[in-house]
């Protein structure tokens, strides 16, 4: 029973991504299009450098663009997924290599579309034991899930995967040719954070790596002005 579980939540992942695999209206592979895609990512990546959590941050997102009737973020738990926790994150979490650090992997939806893909080592014994029910047994959201901790987030690394504008586009020509709907690919943002309690005492680290459904909604053209 359990594998036929894990079968069907694979089965509803790839759904999902199958379903938003080609970009919303108005994406057309033109420069106005890519300058409005570097700004918007430009824009998503700040809102998560600045602030602790990357759940309300997405629901933020996924409200202010209507990615679904209800701007609610769920995590589908990959449970038959593992990655020990490496020697520099043992140091990063402050743990020694006796200490129990347990692994997540999540994708975190909003409606149907898969706005982010996270692996997270978190230390249990830092955290209630309330908290560690909820992170073993149900879907519930890593931030959304500790919460009470009024953590703070520490970005140690954010790495833009898809620039929208080649290097060096301020200093060319704009073109003006046009090549159909633009090429987004699956992953376009990664970051990796720290989570610290009040104490400033780390319980967790986390790579989060964004996708392209972020863009899921309609880009409108600009309006002509009257004559």
Not at 34 to 49: G, P
Not at 177 to 202: C, F, M, W
């Amino acid at each position: 029973m359990r594998t036929l579980a894990f079968l069907a939540l694979g089965l509803t992942a790839c759904s999902a991504v199958t379903r938003n695999d080609s970009v919303a209206d108005g994406w057309q592979d033109d420069f106005a299009t890519r300058l409005k895609a570097q700004a918007l990512l430009q824009t998503f990546n700040a809102d998560l450098l600045s602030h602790a959590s990357a759940t309300l941050t997405l629901e933020r997102w996924c409200g202010l663009h209507h990615l679904a009737n209800d701007a609610h973020i769920t995590a589908h738990l990959l449970r038959e997924v593992e990655k020990m926790p490496t020697a520099e994150q043992r140091r990063d979490l402050k743990v020694d290599a006796a200490e129990p650090v347990k692994y997540r992997r999540v994708q975190l939806v909003c409606g149907q579309h898969i706005l982010s893909e996270a692996d997270n080592w978190y230390v249990p014994a830092r955290l209630t034991a309330s908290m560690n029910r909820q992170l073993e047994e149900t879907d519930t959201p890593f931030g959304r899930a500790v919460k009470e901790l009024n953590f703070r987030r520490e970005t140690i690394a954010a790495k833009v995967l898809w620039p929208a504008l080649a290097e060096g586009w301020e200093m060319q020509p704009v073109p003006t040719d046009k090549h159909g709907r633009l090429d987004i690919p699956s992953h376009v943002l990664e970051h990796r954070a720290i989570l610290y309690t009040q104490d400033n005492l780390p319980f967790s680290e986390v790579v989060e790596t964004y996708t392209r459904d972020i863009f899921s909604f309609p880009l409108t053209s600009p309006t002509k002005p009257a004559r």
